[in-house]
């Protein structure tokens, strides 16, 4: 078992924000500030305090501002880019960024949301079961912003459930998953292709597996959620 700091880390930072760009329209999403730094940062601190070494930024839309603001590295972890030219969605963004990716285990992270949690668990949890493929969860008082995912006894992902209305506590997905390098590699190249449209149904119920947490979680995907970062982060002391 490889160790935990030969990690890769895949951040996918390429989205245009649209719903946030009401309040954040002259930078990426993953840029905003949160209590006086760009977002991203409070995800490479968890990447460095977890002694994760290497983190491949997936790009796209406003590349270069990312580039510029964090250039080859921050605190203790490298970074490198992997840019794509016209938008591949999720999944392709991660097979583009392949030749990047030098561990067999690799931890993807979307970039505009932050669980509180303790990643090194999470890891060595995925590498002592010999598993392929795994979604970080959380468990929320309210699914219908997010959908739900269903798990039966063995921690095996039965199904993704669409946002409703009045659904409801569950589990939600918290853009933290660990997947081997090999299923990467089996993603199609150069189109688009979404992690959780295309990818993740396919293996539901067939080795996908979903580690439960009860971390605080936020994303700053809407105006209203990108507001209550600043609470979010000041109650962890960041």
Known sequence: MEGFCDITAAILAGGFGTRLQSVV???PKVLAEVRG?????YLLEQLSSA???KAVICTGYMADKIEECFGDAYDSVGIVYSREDEPLGTGGALRLALPYLSS???LVMNGDSYIDTDLSIYVDWFSEGERKAAVLLTWVDDTSRYGSVKINKNKIIASFEEK???SGPGWINAGIYLLRKSLIASMPAGKFYSLERDFFP?????GLYGFCTE??????GTPETYAAAEEFFAAEGS
Do not use: A
């Open 25 to 27: 329209s002259d930078r």
């Open 37 to 41: 730094k760009p977002f991203m940062v």
């Open 51 to 53: 002694g994760i070494r």
């Open 104 to 106: 067999e285990i690799i």
């Open 164 to 166: 409703c209305e009045n």
């Open 202 to 206: 396919k293996l539901t119920g067939k």
């Open 215 to 220: 971390g605080r979680f936020i994303d700053i």
